[in-house]
């Protein structure tokens, strides 16, 4: 998707071929969530499987469990950075130092990776600004080259270049930070639990993953214009035809009708989401973006689908929101195209206005200051999905880990001192890995044989029938699970400095949620939420919730000894 | 025909906007004191990284070059502006230090904000149109004309822009500090493996260890990518590469005065109708509070005249193309944008021995000379056929002459009409960027 691209920005593609794109029909959603009463925390008296009343799911951008855990937790420290030591006990994840691939390694090994064939390397704090790396369906199964990860410097090590100060390099696909730079992740690591071994459902990027992590489905989807054929090796394009007549998303576009979305390329989804699950069981939750809002003004005063803000790491400034990127405006029921406020605060959350009666037109999508505007009035949804500002989304090129960092961690912070603290639980994970490099592999679970398909050969994945589509008809472009990413739940019921080793995937994220509040309905319509692993693991629900806060330094990413100030 | 009746109305408005902006220069008061001060944003001073350190070890030294007499600081010295120190239109190099280098020592100044090589506007977030489809929108679209009181238009052309060198060939400052570093005219390091061996024994060796991790060596290749991106990255970090302390800054911030002339010259640089300089020579903070760069990041084929200096010009077959080559070769058929080359910065101009591409000039007279005759009186810039003719762009082969910029101010005029500036306006525009100049000592 992403060989060394010159791009355009949408503004200059509209202005050449304008085309009116129909909205989608609103189609009315099964049930609907009640407005909140004022100032009053509705999610509180929600009935739930367990001592978790609020979910928040911090859903960041293209980031292996390798390039950040590779060394955990030890990190190189040299002067001048802030420094990382590890809790006595911390126990071993499974990254390149247990497994003792820092040296030797097969992408080093393999000469089919040519001149660029690379052992792993450190990306120093100073290399925040990186290149982007290749992460399509296609050029990511090949790098994973049936399971035995040894062509990433090949298939997945090309990217965009970055800003002016960026860092590139050959075989750079195979450098990882450290907690020198991702410092506040490996805090939450050992003072919360994080699984290191999460992987998306399938392989691709961006769209597929915000897909499975609200439906655990990916076919199902609709073109509604469209400039692009089905994906090839040699020709990438968003979609393959699944063999029963229907379409299944294998990489990005954007979202029909969504006022900010590119006029010539859009697609919508046909299955449900947990939005639509949720709306049934009248449980509150929302999809909170940054840049969302259409009548807000940066600072800098751009506005609209332009609102931007400056990244000095990157050097540039960077559109703040991606329609690509945004979960639930790719169906029907749970879609704001326009991009229309909540009626209130108070209504955040829910379907309807404060009436009770009148659809809020928000339908549950919203600005990310929305998020933090809703709890300091006392409303905290009971889901709340959240996409930090494009420059602090941690994909590489646009955005950085340190960007990243003051984002995720201006969250936390906040969060930790809400009432609502107390029974929360907080997830950082991340839709891909953008190509990095990981070393571990999981067995094809959800086979594929379209011409798209490249991880056991030219269109094979895996063996065996496919699994079935939203039709309930086996389709095929769902090859998975694919590239490993972290996940780390921060909450006073998370265990503490521990690493499950369940298996789990991106839509273990919704099979929590019906779990805890949903009694265990499932999605249907081939979702893989039914079978996707549990997160319990990674909680503790007999010690009470008595796990402490940790707030972090959003700059140093080291602990900081009393809270900060509010957001 | 909509199109273009669509573009003369806007130039209208233009041409509206103009008057009533010189309307109000002249209503700046007489003091010389911005009416209208801004906050600039600058980066706050850190103490440089280790990774900033290790880079200014290697920026000075001289012993990574073939010769051992070239270090980055030789060509870029810091007491010129990290530009060239002498009035030679190229530097010497090589594995002798007699050959000549192929195009005038471009600054390392203000390229910390410098987007990557785009045909149109950058857009990192968009993952979906390469080069050569960019290039095919840009044949078919609009061009809006370049003035100085409405930048924002041409700001969206579809245009080449961004990247480093004359020709953009590099995007990040890694990439760019390798070509000098292999370049047979330039330090003329052998190989990659040559350069790794030198820096395995450095005195500074041991920072490489201490970042990078013991077997930084192991791998020649990434040890001399590290230690371009350490270079780099002393520039990024390194303040005096992009202080903005010009006496304009203050003036921006309200913090100093201009004086009759400079602010003559100041209207003169952002009048359309005289010399436009503004047009592709930004002079306005971004919405951001980040200082102006005093450059669009655009490319233009200028037309500027052979120098006949230089050794490589005594073949009349070579021709300096810029983007389309010789030392760039990956658009090279793109030829629309042949003979084109990057708008630099006007900071620190004032400080330059050498100006253009090719070094032909060598005083901002000279400079604004060419702006002012190169169509009214070509006769003045050009030298004469044997026939006597005037020999106009006689730097760029005929049929890539089409590619000369005619559309911008004052590039629209023709043989016979009035110059856009008189000798006292170039010498005020003179006095204007003599402002530009960082190291000013503010009042207040």
Same mark, same amino acid.
């Given at each position: 998707m992403s060989s060394r691209q010159v791009l355009l920005s949408a503004a200059a593609i509209a202005l050449l071929a304008p085309l009116a794109v129909p909205a989608p029909a609103a189609e009315p959603s099964q049930g609907a969530v009640a407005p909140a009463a004022p100032s009053s925390d509705a999610a509180e008296s929600a009935a739930t499987a367990t001592p978790i009343k609020h979910l928040v799911v911090i859903f960041q951008e293209n980031v292996s469990f390798d390039h950040y855990f590779a060394t955990y937790p030890n990190a190189t420290n040299p002067p001048g950075e802030p420094a990382f030591a590890a809790a006595p006990n911390t126990p071993a994840v499974n990254n390149l130092a247990k497994a003792n691939l820092l040296k030797n390694n097969p992408n080093f090994i393999n000469k089919a990776n040519g001149a660029d064939a690379a052992e792993p390397f450190r990306l120093d704090r100073t290399q925040a600004a990186t290149a982007d790396q290749n992460h399509a369906y296609s050029a990511e199964q090949q790098a994973y080259d049936a399971g035995k990860n040894d062509l990433f410097p090949k298939y997945t090590g090309k990217g965009t270049p970055g800003g002016v100060g960026a860092f590139g390099t050959k075989g750079q696909v195979m450098g990882y930070f450290d907690g020198n730079t991702v410092g506040a992740l490996w805090q939450y690591a050992q003072h919360f639990a994080m699984s290191d071994n999460m992987f998306a459902d399938s392989y691709g990027p961006s769209t597929p993953g915000a897909l499975n992590v609200v439906s655990g489905q990916t076919n199902g989807m609709k073109i509604v214009i469209s400039t692009k054929n089905p994906s090839t090796v040699s020709a990438v394009g968003y979609y393959v035809e699944d063999g029963q007549g229907g379409f299944t998303m294998v990489n990005d576009v954007d979202p029909g009708g969504d006022v900010c979305s590119v006029p010539k390329d859009q697609a919508m989804m046909s299955g449900k989401n947990i939005g639509d699950l949720l709306n049934a069981g009248s449980v509150s939750w929302g999809g909170f973006m940054g840049g969302f809002a259409f009548d807000a003004t940066n600072a800098n005063g751009s506005t609209g689908c332009k609102r931007s803000t400056h990244s000095t790491i990157v050097g540039s400034d960077v559109v703040d929101y991606i329609a690509h990127h945004n979960w639930f405006q790719y169906y029907a029921s749970t879609a704001n195209p326009k991009h229309d406020k909540a009626s209130s605060l108070a209504a955040i959350g829910s379907s309807f206005e404060h009436d009770g009666t009148t659809r809020d037109p928000a339908n549950h999508e919203y600005d990310l200051k929305d998020f933090y505007d809703a709890l300091k009035a006392g409303n905290f949804p009971a889901i709340s999905y959240i996409k930090a500002p494009a420059y602090q989304d941690g994909h590489a090129g646009y955005s950085d880990p340190l960007d990243e960092q003051a984002a995720v961690v201006d969250l936390v912070n906040f969060i930790e001192q809400q009432p609502g603290w107390k029974d929360t639980a907080i997830v950082i994970t991340y839709d891909d890995s953008d190509g990095w490099y990981d070393h571990a592999f999981a067995p094809v679970t959800s086979a594929s044989a379209d011409q798209a398909d490249q991880l056991n050969g030219p269109g094979k994945c895996g063996a065996g029938a496919p699994k079935p589509g939203v039709e309930g008809k086996p389709v095929n472009g769902r090859c998975g699970p694919g590239t490993r990413q972290p996940f780390i739940v921060v909450s006073p019921f998370a265990k503490t400095n521990y690493v499950s080793h369940t298996h789990t995937s991106l839509a273990s994220v919704p099979r929590f949620i019906e779990d805890n509040w949903l009694k265990g309905a499932r999605l249907g319509g081939g979702s893989f939420d039914a079978a996707a692993g549990s997160l319990m693991d990674l909680f503790d629900f007999k010690a009470g919730g008595k796990t402490a806060a940790v707030y972090v330094d959003p700059e140093q990413g080291t602990p900081l000894s009393a809270p900060p100030a509010g957001h | 025909m909509r199109t273009r009746l669509c573009l003369l109305a806007a130039l209208a408005l233009c041409a509206a906007a103009a008057t009533i902006a010189a309307a109000d220069d002249t209503a700046v008061p007489a003091s010389g004191e911005n009416p209208d001060p801004v906050k600039l944003v600058r980066r706050e001073a850190k103490p440089l990284s280790a990774m900033a350190q290790l880079g200014k070890l290697l920026f000075y030294d001289t012993s990574l070059s073939f010769s051992g007499g070239l270090s980055c600081a030789s060509c870029h010295s810091p007491d010129h502006a990290y530009g060239p120190a002498t009035d030679k239109p190229v530097v010497l190099g090589g594995p002798d230090l007699k050959k000549e280098g192929a195009r005038a020592v471009p600054s390392?100044? #203000?390229?910390?904000r410098q987007p990557s090589f785009s045909i149109g506007p950058d857009n990192e977030e968009n993952e979906n149109v390469d080069l050569a489809q960019a290039a095919a929108l840009g044949e078919s679209a609009v061009r809006a004309q370049k003035v100085a009181t409405d930048t924002a238009a041409a700001g969206a052309n579809l245009v080449p822009q961004g990247g480093l060198f004359w020709d953009g060939r590099a995007d990040t400052l890694q990439q760019q500090a390798l070509f000098p570093l292999l370049n047979p005219l330039e330090m003329a390091a052998s190989s990659i493996d040559e350069v790794a061996a030198k820096l395995k024994n450095e005195p500074y060796a041991y920072r490489f260890t201490q970042l990078f991790g013991l077997a930084v060596f192991d791998d020649h290749q990434m040890a001399v990518t590290e230690a371009l991106f350490a270079i780099g990255r002393y520039q990024i970090e390194e303040p005096s590469f992009h202080p903005y302390t010009s006496k304009f800054d203050y003036w921006l911030e309200g913090r100093a005065r201009l004086s009759e002339q400079e602010m003559r010259g100041y209207t003169l640089f952002n009048d359309p109708k005289k010399a436009n300089c503004g047009g592709c020579h930004l002079d306005k903070p971004t919405a951001d509070g980040l200082p102006p760069l005093f450059t669009d990041h655009q490319y233009e084929a200028l037309g500027v005249p052979r120098n006949a200096a230089l050794a490589a010009n005594a073949d009349p077959a070579y021709f300096d193309l810029g983007i389309c080559g010789p030392y760039r070769t990956d658009i090279s058929d793109q030829t629309q944008y042949c003979a084109m080359f990057a708008t630099p910065t006007l900071r620190n101009a004032a400080t330059r021995q050498v100006f253009m591409h090719n070094g032909v000039y060598h005083t901002l007279e000279q400079v604004l000379d060419f702006y002012d005759f190169r169509d009214v009186a070509p006769d003045k810039i050009y030298p004469r056929a044997a026939d006597g003719t005037v020999l106009k #762009? &006689? &730097?760029?082969p005929d049929k890539y002459r089409p590619n000369a910029d005619i559309a911008d101010p004052p590039f629209d005029r023709h043989p016979g009409d009035p110059p856009a500036m008189t000798a006292q306006d170039e010498a005020d525009i003179i006095a204007f960027l003599k402002t530009l100049t960082d190291g000013y000592q503010p009042a207040k």
């Open positions: - | 390392l100044m #203000y390229l910390e #762009y &006689d &730097d760029i």
